[in-house]
């Protein structure tokens, strides 16, 4: 596996990534990760995962083509007779040449695409800080990493996409795969860490400052294309209609000076509480411990956050980007569309009157569980990367159980 992103320094990437090795390797099989060299201490899940770290360029954006010719280079130095080699995209970008290196079959998940990220920002969303350098650099140099997406998606014997709306997206570049074998799955969620049961009554109560009231929650970057803004935004409306709702951020980012600023200047310091480093384990806790997850991405990929909110039981309001129409059915979240703030706020108030949210939370669950939790997914990548070493031109029928992109 190629990822420029492995735990314990990760995001959306890395945390897919992480996981699925951990699967391939409790069914057996040897998972080599190929990842960036950091100054951290990499430690495997598993006896039988392999954590190989390599240089990289530390500049913005330039980053995931430096770091994906060094990774083919580990690969092609290693000496080792590697069955298939799945590249974590669009954080490792592999030049056209080295697809050449390659001796097996290629399998590329796109996490998304530089086109979807650059589409949601704009320089009125800038503000002084290291992110707005990164922000920057998928503005104006976005554009030239499309070519290496484009070459990911031609010849990858199977290119992963993650959900439905970047299906869509993607067909409109007018690249084909020459092994005709575009797959929509979707990644995992771990069902156990986001569960139910890890309610915790204690965290709620404090997160309500002893009140008897609402708890929402909402978990994410504090970037204007997270919908940080929005999410602020919806909370005042429903504070205007109710005043027995808290709202607690989980997250950090960019915008954190504006968002402090707005919280002190609307006067609703009292309910709302931030939580800029939380461990995992209570954060996972304070996700199923509130009524209601929101949302407000203008952009994602797939959108783990929604999936994970689902698994722990708590109903969601978010808006219909990336993953999330495949995941919200109606009978546990409301999906709006973005930048209406209004309508958000229209929906969560009226969900808090329902007396079955809990309910609906666990309907939510249900669905993750029969959609993406990660036995699933990994036993269904596992078929794909069969499918591929059996017939790696796929010169066959399509395989039954895959779904066209």
Known sequence: MI???YPPKW???GVVTYYLATWMAKLGHEVHVVTRKQNIGYEPSHENIHIHPVPW??????FTTSFGKNAVRWYRDSGMDFDLVHVHSNMALIPERYYDIFRCPVVT????TWWGERSTISLKDLTPSISTVNDLAILYLGPLMDRYEDLALKRSNAVVIESLTECRDIKRRGVKNRYGRWIRLPPGIDTNEFHPSKNDEQLREKALGGSDGK??????RWAARKGIREVLGVFEKIWESRKDVVLA?????PLE???ERRIKKSGLGGSIRTYRSMPSGEMQSLVASADLALFHSYWEGFGLTVGEALSSGTPVSATAVGGAPEMVPESCGRLVRVGDVRSQARDVLALLKRDDLREMGLKGREHIESFCSWDLVAKRTQSLYEWVLEDPENEGTWRDGFEHC
């Open 57 to 62: 360029l530390k500049l913005p954006l330039l």
């Open 257 to 259: 000076g504006e968002i």
């Open 249 to 253: 951020l989980v997250g950090w980012g």
């Open 11 to 13: 995001g959306g990437v």
């Open 109 to 112: 998940t796109m996490h998304g």
């Open 3 to 5: 990822s420029s992103e």
């Open 215 to 220: 708890l929402i929650v909402s978990v994410g």
